[in-house]
């Protein structure tokens, strides 16, 4: 909190750019709105987050929210499409058009919608793929160890854990694990 205002004041700001920013507003358009810096703002957005993310009432709320708005989007995208099978039937170029680019920006706001929401959030999907794939290289690297009379069952218990296909050598012979 900055030393210039209040705790009444801070607050005060923190509303004005939360209700901004949930709206849709952008960072940059919502500082030149109530005359303060982008960083400020950011910061607001970031405090807000850390709050609400450990409040329980507001992060319940926010999922039902979220629930409730992605069942509306899922509405108008399949308007969209019956707007569409029905302009094709009656051979509406104009229309199909125009609802085809309707389908195309709601599920874009969507998944732009999803991710601010951090359902989508690419790094941490990513790192979670990462470390499962270095598991099942050190699950094959202990395979590689084994006897060769136990490699095939734990090939095909690995192939079972794993959802994949998993083959080793045993005595010089292939041992494939069809899952």
Not at 18 to 34: C, F
Request: overall charge negative; proline content about 2%.
């Amino acid at each position: 909190m900055s030393a210039e205002l209040t705790l009444y004041e801070h607050l005060d700001l923190l509303d004005d750019v939360v209700q901004r920013y949930l709206k849709g507003e952008h960072p940059n358009a919502i500082a030149k709105s109530l005359g303060v810096k982008r960083v400020t703002v950011m910061e607001l957005i970031g405090e807000w987050q850390k709050f609400a993310a450990n409040n329980r009432h507001i992060s319940d709320r926010a999922r039902e929210a979220l629930v409730g708005a992605d069942k509306h989007y899922s509405m108008i995208i399949e308007r969209g499409w019956e707007t569409i099978e029905q302009a094709d039937t009656n051979s509406d170029l104009r229309t199909k058009n125009a609802a085809l680019g309707l389908v195309a920006n709601v599920e874009q706001k969507r998944m732009e919608m999803l991710q601010k929401a951090g359902v989508l959030d690419n790094t941490e999907l990513a790192a979670q793929l990462a470390e499962a794939e270095e598991r099942q290289q050190e699950l094959i690297a202990i395979l590689k160890d084994l006897c060769p009379d136990c490699k095939a069952n734990v090939a095909m218990r690995l192939g079972r854990v794993s959802g994949e296909a998993v083959t080793v050598l045993v005595k010089d012979e292939p041992v494939f694990n069809n899952v």
